[in-house]
């Protein structure tokens, strides 16, 4: 949604249980469904700090621009007890009528502007991809349930037959299975796989791991015994 009149930041909320926002000291608060109870830090503050960041980056480019905010809750089974004192929290369908109620004061951007900062706001664009979760919480990949994961059904545990990957659970087949998962691999447990990571993870034999590992676009390092194979994600625009 486009409008010359004003920027709208959202600090996107997917926490399951219910939520309380305190607002001194800002904090987050998680109550979930078994009673287990976790503190974040406020997405108020966040919401503050990315308005701000952005502001910064229009004041860059010469541009004056009112900016409001909101913080989303991305599931409607999140449940409020205590909201922020002085930030809307919204649920995805609020969304359009909240960007639609906002004031449009002035003349706005005038359309050469405006055009200009949309191609801006998209040429630098970066995508976030986050340390894998394993590394950053110390989960060993042991916890982590190895097989190749159906893209149809979800079901993980696809088996492998000549030239594809067949789900025993929604019967679907599909060559490039192992791509996906091996993706989550490096999103979820590290950069890197070594044959006998890959062999483990995905059940197949050295051949095959082998023959999947050169065929994807990864970098190898190290000699034939201890070789290693790496994701680098790009920052894709
Ligand atoms: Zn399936």
């Not at 909320?13 to 607002?23: H, I, P, Q, T, V």
């Not at 001194?24 to 503050?48: A, H, M």
């Not at 200009?116 to 998209?122: C, N, Y």
């Not at 190290?222 to 920052?235: C, I, L």
Request: proline share 8%; glycine share 6%; with cysteine.
């Amino acid at each position: 949604m486009k409008t010359p009149h004003y920027g709208v930041v959202l600090e996107t909320k997917n926490l399951a249980g219910s939520l309380e926002f305190r607002d001194n000291p800002p904090q987050l608060i998680q109550k979930r469904e078994d009673g287990q109870i976790k503190y974040y830090e406020s997405p108020v503050v966040q919401l503050e700090r990315n308005i701000e960041l952005f502001s910064a980056w229009l004041s860059e480019r010469n541009i004056d621009l009112p900016l409001y905010g909101a913080i989303v809750l991305a599931y409607p089974k999140q449940h409020v007890d205590i909201p922020p004192a002085n930030t809307k929290i919204l649920f995805p369908n609020l969304v359009p009528p909240f960007i639609k109620s906002l004031p449009r004061e002035g003349m706005g951007l005038d359309t050469s502007s405006f055009n200009w900062l949309s191609a801006e706001l998209i040429r630098c664009h970066q995508t976030y991809i986050p340390k894998p979760v394993c590394e950053s919480y110390q989960i060993p990949v042991s916890a982590i349930k190895p097989g190749v994961r159906c893209v149809s059904c979800g079901n993980i545990g696809m088996n492998k037959i000549p030239r594809s990957w067949h789900c025993p659970v929604c019967k679907v087949t599909n060559h490039l299975a192992h791509e996906q998962t091996l993706n989550e691999w490096f999103l979820v447990v590290k950069r890197t796989i070594t044959n006998r990571e890959c062999r483990e993870f995905l059940g197949v034999d050295i051949h095959t791991a082998k023959r999947i590992l050169m065929g994807m676009d990864l970098i190898t390092s190290g000699t034939f015994r201890d070789r290693s194979y790496r994701m680098d994600f790009p920052q894709k625009r």
